[in-house]
């Protein structure tokens, strides 16, 4: 499980998404906020999130976030089960997902490369979607490993960069992007992601092109380490990122290697089904 503080981290960075309030929005972006963090910290599965942790994860009085959510349950966007008093994610998020999923195809085409990273590596393997200048993460596919790495959960966001395959992403990217995004995401790096400084971010950009694969060296969580290779769309543009993470025990430089390999084959086959979904013919594999 993840730490306390770790969760806490998280949870911060969640707050630092894009989408600040229109005037006139506020209690929509809040009710949203609300959904994110029940997405990221338990809501979709049988552990639910308390009222105090959402208190204290978005930053608002308890009696908005006792409405909002008051709201939300009556609109069917969110369950309180009656014996715990958790809060989780209802059937009607559910649907809205069900129905963006056919647009947001990537995410089904992943899921048997990211089971068979998974399986092949005994580790947790992840697909990062990029959203303006943040990654999220979509999906997390567990291996049958004693030792877990938690440090990322479907829902988390973070700025481009800022983890293997948000790296790797954001160093697919040409340099006059990089720089428009480094830029735009300067304040948030610089108060919550001490390790990432901008020199650090571009030595790492440039180690990343060099080697063909991202490296997270537990600059994020200590001792969490991954490794991650882009995934472009059927226009060639770069759109999402695989990656595999574990602790920092199991991942030297030669497994690193191993891993990179992996990445980038099931890369090359997710990037063939998003052609042939584009496109309707059959592309060839590696």
Not at 52 to 60: D, H, K, P, T, Y
Not at 85 to 90: E, K
Not at 157 to 167: C, K
Not at 246 to 263: D, F, P, S, V, W
Request: charged share 20%; with cysteine; glycine share 10%.
């Amino acid at each position: 499980m993840r730490s306390a503080a770790a969760t806490s981290e998280s949870v911060s960075r969640i707050n630092t998404a894009p989408g600040d309030p229109l005037p006139g929005t506020q209690s929509a972006h809040r009710a949203l906020l609300l959904l994110r963090l029940l997405g990221s910290e338990g809501g979709g599965t049988d552990r639910g999130v308390g009222l105090g942790e959402l208190v204290s994860a978005s930053g608002l009085r308890k009696p908005t976030v006792h409405r909002l959510l008051t709201a939300l349950s009556h609109n069917g966007f969110v369950e309180q089960n009656p014996r715990t008093q958790r809060y989780h994610l209802g059937p009607e998020s559910h649907v809205l997902g069900v129905l963006a999923a056919g647009r947001f195809g990537i995410h089904r085409l992943s899921l048997p490369s990211l089971a068979k990273l998974a399986r092949l590596s005994s580790d947790a393997a992840f697909l990062t979607v990029r959203r303006d200048d943040y990654s999220v993460c979509l999906h997390r596919e567990d291996a049958s490993a004693p030792i877990r790495n938690y440090a990322l959960q479907p829902g988390d966001f973070h700025p481009l960069g800022a983890g293997a395959g948000s790296l790797a992403i954001l160093a697919a990217l040409d340099d006059a992007e990089v720089d428009a995004v480094i830029g735009r995401n300067s304040e948030v790096l610089g108060r919550a992601y001490r390790l990432l400084s901008e020199p650090v971010l571009r030595r790492l950009i440039a180690r990343t092109r060099q080697r063909g694969y991202a490296l997270n060296d537990g600059r994020i969580f200590p001792g969490s380490w991954a490794v991650g290779v882009p995934v472009h769309d059927a226009d060639g543009v770069v759109r999402a990122a695989l990656s595999i993470a574990t602790i920092e025990q199991r991942l030297n430089l030669e497994r690193q290697r191993e891993l990179a390999e992996l990445l980038l084959r099931e890369a090359h086959v997710v990037q063939c089904r998003l052609l042939e979904a584009a496109t309707g013919e059959p592309t060839p594999r590696r």
